[in-house]
């Protein structure tokens, strides 16, 4: 039997690998990927599959009647492929004997901790009944301001909430480069650890076809999940067998792995990790707060370090933090009001605003 790495892992599957140009579904491809997923299942590694290609497919499907705006073409595309995409997986699955299950949701299903606890006892309850879940944003309902940027996103909370041991982006490159793919002295970079600076990386803001994101999403998203203790392997979803040889332990294939950071990250953290969308206000820090923040000792942020705050907000809400040069560093959950904020400046014995076990810092801490 094949040694894979991992016992527990998280897809992500690109619409540009899951189409074809025109837009319509890339069967083939698909019914190889689940080929690819049986065989883990049968090793005995969980999988959950975080996948794209509804709104391509969807396409493929009719001709509108008429010209609608984004909105309404998105919410018909995806009306449309959802069903198309699930059924393939089902048919396929279905061959090996393995039963899958639709989750479909909204950023706004994570607004809050009950909602994020919520989606975590779904994914784990279908996992230990064998249940292939297949992941999607519900593109039928998303309001735009509250979308995610892509399903690379979704996928890094997916795979934090499972506790996956590594997630898989499949894309259609090698993985990330130090140049722009196929140029001339453009290698790829096979290993990124925090050590290695965004200079050395060639990240493109190009959008592929049928998607909303690009390599410049992968890579934040990839860095947060490593740096949450998550490996992150991003390969080419089109190169025969890539999810099993990235997986086995034997072979080598070309790819980008991100080293995870060897911590543990509390499930509260790994939830405001990715709520910063929700924030109800923002705070501007003074220097001294930013530093002592982004330090490697654990600190909390008192209210002494806080220039000032932009917007009211109550206790349990969350709040972006800046520097005063407008840098974002991080976010975390208030522990008072904006309402006691100047009175607690002046304590003797100050409450954090923020308390280091529900603050979440870029740098990973």
């Known amino acids: 039997m094949t040694n894979f790495r991992y016992k527990k892992i998280t897809v992500k599957v690109g619409s540009n690998v899951l189409t074809r140009d025109d837009g319509t579904l890339n069967v083939p491809r698909i019914a190889h990927l689940v080929d690819q ?7 005995g590694v969980e999988v959950v599959l975080v996948s794209s290609g509804a709104v391509a497919s969807g396409k493929a499907v009719l001709t509108p009647v008429r010209k609608y705006d984004a909105v309404s073409s998105r919410q018909l595309w995806a009306a449309l492929g959802q069903v198309k995409l699930i059924n393939r997986y ?11 299950a639709q989750v479909l ?10 909602h994020y606890l919520n989606m975590k006892n779904c994914i784990t309850t279908l996992l230990e009944n064998r249940v292939i879940p297949i992941v999607n944003e519900n593109d039928t309902i998303s309001v735009n301001e509250l979308m995610f940027t892509d399903n690379d ?3 890094g909370l997916i795979a934090t909430l499972a506790g996956s041991e590594a997630l898989i982006i499949l894309t259609n490159v090698d993985g990330v480069y130090t140049g722009a793919p196929g140029t001339e002295g ?36 990839a860095r947060k999940v490593a740096d949450g203790g998550i490996a992150v392997h991003v390969a080419n979803g089109n190169r025969e067998n ?12 070309p790819h980008t792995f991100f080293v995870p950071e060897e911590k543990a990250v509390s499930g509260v953290k790994n939830w405001i990790a990715y709520s910063d969308s929700f924030a ?14 982004m330090s490697e000792k654990a600190v909390s942020l ?5 220039v000032t705050s932009e917007g009211a907000f109550k206790r349990g809400d969350l709040l972006k933090i800046f520097d005063e040069n407008d840098h974002y560093l991080g976010v975390g959950k208030a522990q008072f009001g904006s309402e006691k904020l100047e009175k607690e400046k002046l304590a003797a014995r100050q409450k954090p605003l923020i308390h280091y076990d529900y603050l979440y810092l870029e740098n990973g801490k």
Request: hydrophobic letters at 40%; glycine letters at 8%.
């Open 186 to 221: 453009a290698e790829i970079i096979p290993e990124i650890s925090r050590d290695i600076e965004e200079g050395e990386i060639h990240v493109s803001g190009q959008m592929s076809g049928f998607g909303r994101g690009g390599m410049r999403t992968k890579l934040r998203i």
């Open 280 to 293: 109800k206000s923002r705070v501007i820090i003074n220097q001294g707060a930013a530093q002592a923040l």
């Open 105 to 114: 949701t909204t950023k706004e299903n994570f607004s809050s901790r009950k």
């Open 242 to 253: 890539i999810l099993l040889d990235v997986l086995n332990e034997e072979k080598s294939v």
């Open 302 to 306: 008192l209210p002494v370090g806080v």
């Open 90 to 100: 089902s048919d396929f699955l279905r061959e090996h004997n393995l039963v899958c």
């Open 37 to 43: 997923l049986a065989a883990l299942h049968k090793a």
């Open 153 to 155: 996103e979704l996928s």
